[in-house]
């Protein structure tokens, strides 16, 4: 098991003229997001508050799996669950701070996907402005049958990009999702060939770049601030209804089955 401690580096920026890769690589072929993890990846995000000549930002994992999601090994939130409710609180707001992080930036936002997408790294995508994924990538949100809510604020951006009769299917029936499904469910923008999801996220941001900067990022605020206006105020307590959800016997059940043994959708990831 790799658990990320503070100050070791798992999230990378990169600097393409106005292009800015991030990388998150934990180097351990499953790439979950540790609280640890979710902080760096905020402060990747808030690195471009005030930087002004970057026009596009890509979001990316490995060349074999974007995440597995939420990190349930992780030794700092096995010690949180256990904190007084007050600390608890605040462990569980670090996802939904990072996605939001990633929501509000102003140059446009690509997410880059190859191999498995699972639970918050699908939270993590659906905050970006635009979805890549390679043709053997799969999206899956299992957090239901987990015994979990699905919190990070995902609810909402998930059904502005499929609807609610699709979003029930991914969140609720936790459907694996491929690449070309995806695409027609309006979940990801693009698919591209396998192990060249970056490349095609880097073609949209050459094209993003190639935009005047301040009218791009103008537009992009007004588009969000239209189709997101709600978000909040449908979202502001999904990490305590986690608590809540955190409490009953299928939370404790579902998250030690997982513990247990890897669940055969990861093989291979």
Do not use: H
């Amino acid at each position: 098991m790799t658990t990320a401690t503070p100050g070791e580096a798992i999230v990378s920026i990169e600097r393409r003229g106005r292009i800015a890769i991030v990388r998150l690589d934990r180097r351990d072929g499953r790439n979950a997001l540790s609280l640890e993890a979710c902080r760096q990846l905020t402060r990747a995000a808030r690195s471009f508050d005030d930087d002004a000549d970057i026009s596009a930002v890509i979001l990316t994992g490995t060349t074999e799996v974007f995440s597995l999601g939420a990190d349930l090994r992780d030794t700092e939130l096995q010690r949180a669950r256990e904190a007084r409710l007050a600390e608890r609180r605040i462990s569980m707001q670090t996802g939904g701070r990072m996605c939001r992080a990633w929501e509000e930036l102003e140059p446009l936002t690509i997410a880059a996907i190859e191999g498995w997408c699972v639970g918050g790294g699908a939270a993590i995508v659906a905050a970006c402005d635009l979805r890549v994924a390679s043709q053997t990538a799969t999206l899956y949100v299992p957090e239901i049958e987990r015994g979990m809510n699905l919190s990070w604020g995902a609810v909402p951006r998930i059904t502005r990009l499929v609807g609610p009769a699709k979003a029930k299917r991914v969140i609720i029936l936790a459907e694996k999702i491929k690449a070309e499904q995806a695409l027609d469910w309006g979940l990801i923008d693009e698919v591209a060939a396998p192990g060249t999801a970056l490349d095609a996220a880097l073609a949209l941001a050459e094209r993003a770049a190639s935009m005047p900067p301040v009218q791009l990022r103008m537009i992009k605020q007004s588009i969000n601030a239209t189709s997101a206006a709600l978000d909040r105020a449908t979202s502001y307590a999904d990490f305590d209804q986690f608590a809540l959800a955190a409490a009953s016997g299928d939370y404790a059940e579902g998250v030690q089955s997982f513990l247990e043994k890897r669940p055969p959708q990861y093989n291979g990831a």
